[in-house]
Antibody, heavy 119, light 106 residues
C-alpha cells in the first residue's frame, strides 16, 4: 500500500522560502508515475502547485511557476517542494500526492501539513 | 486557462439521490475525477475516468460526463456522505480542480 507523508516547518517568515518533503513508502518512485503537490488555503478549495517525474520532467501551475521548484529524489524515495518569496497568501495545508497521467487521477494523498506564513 | 465550475452547495434528504455538477468547455472530451474531502482530512478519490470507482468506494457513487457537464451522483445518501466534493481534469499537462461543492445531508 502506497503511503505519503509530508514534513517540514509549520511556520515560515514572509519573503523566505517554504521547503517541504514528501516521504513515499510502499512504492519506488523511480518505477513511474508523476508526484505532485497540491495546497488548500484555510476554508478554500484545492490548488495544484506542480508535479515531477523521476526522469526530471516537471510541470508547474502557471500562476506559481516563477516561485516553485519540485524535485523527485529517487535516492531517498521522496519528493520535495520549494516555494520562494512567500507571503501570507501562501498560508495553506500542503498535500503531496501521486498523479496517474493515464487515468488522470490524483491518488493517494498524504495527510497534509499546515504551513503558516507569518513574521 | 481551463476552468471548472461547481455549485457552492447541494442539499439532499437522507436516503435520496444527490447530483453534483462540474461544468467546463467540452469537458466531455476529458477524463473527469471526483474527490470527497471531509473536515480535517485529505481528499479521497471516489470516481476516475468519468465513471470508474476505486474498489473501496461504495456502488452508491457513480459518475457521468458528456458535452459541457460532468456529474457525480450519490444514491441513497447517508449522513457519512456529507463532505466537500471536487471535480478534477488534466489540461495541457496541468491539473485543474473545480471550486468544490459542499454536500449537506438533511
Amino acid at each position: 500500500q502506497v503511503q505519503l507523508q509530508e514534513s517540514g516547518p509549520g511556520l515560515v517568515k514572509p519573503s523566505e522560502t517554504l521547503s517541504l518533503t514528501c516521504g513515499v513508502s510502499g512504492y519506488s518512485i523511480s518505477s513511474g508515475y508523476y508526484w505532485g503537490w497540491i495546497r488548500q488555503p484555510p476554508g478554500k478549495g484545492l490548488e495544484w502547485i506542480g508535479s515531477g517525474h523521476h526522469s526530471g520532467s516537471t510541470d508547474y501551475n502557471p500562476s506559481l511557476k516563477s516561485r516553485v521548484t519540485i524535485f523527485v529524489d529517487t535516492r531517498n524515495n521522496q519528493v520535495s517542494l520549494r516555494l520562494s518569496s512567500v507571503t501570507a497568501a501562501d498560508t495553506a495545508v500542503y498535500f503531496c500526492a501521486r498523479l496517474n497521467y493515464n487515468s488522470g487521477s490524483v491518488d493517494p494523498w498524504g495527510q497534509g501539513t499546515l504551513v503558516t506564513v507569518s513574521s | 486557462s481551463y476552468e471548472l465550475s461547481q455549485p457552492l452547495s447541494v442539499s439532499v434528504a437522507l436516503g435520496q439521490t444527490a447530483m453534483i455538477t462540474c461544468g467546463g468547455n467540452n469537458v466531455g472530451s476529458k477524463n473527469v475525477q471526483w474527490y470527497q474531502q471531509k473536515p480535517g482530512q485529505a481528499p479521497v478519490l471516489v470516481i476516475y475516468r468519468d465513471s470508474y470507482r476505486p474498489s473501496e468506494i461504495p456502488e452508491r457513487f457513480s459518475g457521468s460526463n458528456s458535452g459541457n457537464t460532468a456529474t457525480l451522483t450519490i444514491s441513497t445518501a447517508q449522513a457519512g456522505d456529507e463532505a466537500d466534493y471536487y471535480c478534477q481534469v488534466w489540461d495541457s499537462s496541468t491539473v485543474i480542480f473545480g471550486g468544490g461543492t459542499k454536500l449537506t445531508v438533511l
